[in-house]
């Protein structure tokens, strides 16, 4: 009798939940203001409550493992013991994937899975390292007249160009030729500015373009040499005067 009734509490533990897992690590990466969902991957059985009496699925956050959302005895729990989600936490009542609304970059970090599937086995685990990152602004060109020049001896004109963005905590700004990287500089978990010199020859017809990205998006402004270097272009053109025989040239 004792051993009949210790089968049918395993057999009803197994049968909690229907689905594989395993300690595993799925990054994520998402763009502020966003939402997503960390899927458990229980497969729902037509007809069939997914979580029977006594099972349990606990999603935690952050170092902590601070209990953000569970499912036991059939009942739902959001907690708000975390008060940075507020109510943008929900959960599928079936398979008690995890969505996080208007996700912000706070919340960034460990998301962990716990699952009672199995007296003999154990617990199962998923867990999620999520990337939240800030929308990019678009980078700004501006010229330096102080610093551009017309060579001696020749009639090239150089043009100081500089490609600048604003409060940008993760992101690399960089110079391009075309398609030819010229120049990056990089910024990680620090708000700062950044900026990033180019000189071009007025005259230069090649394509340049000043690009700000992350690992999932990214903005670009396009070089129009003639827009940005016709003014300095004119203020540098030395000025001929006819004179008798004479030329005089004057800058």
């Known amino acids: ?22 300690d595993e690590m799925k990054s994520v990466s998402v763009t502020e203001g966003d939402s997503i969902t960390l899927n458990t991957d229980i497969k729902v059985q037509r007809g069939l409550n997914t979580f029977r009496t006594h099972c349990m699925l606990l999603w935690m956050f952050g170092a902590q ?12 729990f959001i907690y708000d013991s975390n008060e940075s989600f507020g109510d943008r936490l929900q959960m599928d009542n079936q398979t008690g ?7 912000r970059t706070e919340h960034s970090g460990l998301y962990k899975l716990l699952i009672l599937r199995n007296i003999i086995r154990g617990n199962s685990y998923k867990r999620f390292s999520v990337s939240v990152y800030a929308h990019l602004p678009v980078p700004v060109i501006t010229t330096n007249s102080s610093q551009c020049s017309s060579s001696s001896g020749s009639s090239s004109q150089n043009c100081s160009l500089l490609c600048s963005v604003l409060n940008v905590s993760d992101g690399t700004l960089s110079w391009y030729k ?36 992350n690992p999932i998006s990214n903005q670009t402004k396009h070089l129009d040499i003639s827009q940005f270097c016709h003014t300095l272009s004119l203020h540098l053109t030395p000025n001929v005067s006819q004179q008798g025989d004479r030329t005089a040239v004057s800058e």
């Open 178 to 213: 075309g398609n030819s990287l010229l120049s990056s500089i990089s910024v990680s978990d620090l708000s700062i500015s950044l900026s990033l010199p180019l000189e071009v020859e007025y005259q230069d017809k090649n394509t340049y373009s000043c690009v700000l990205n």
């Open 97 to 103: 994937s995890l969505t996080i609304r208007n996700i």
């Open 1 to 22: 009798m004792i051993l009949c009734l210790t089968l049918i509490i395993i057999y009803c533990v197994f049968m909690c939940i229907s689905g594989v897992f395993g």
């Open 65 to 76: 493992e601070t209990r953000i959302a569970e499912i036991y005895n059939r009942k739902m």
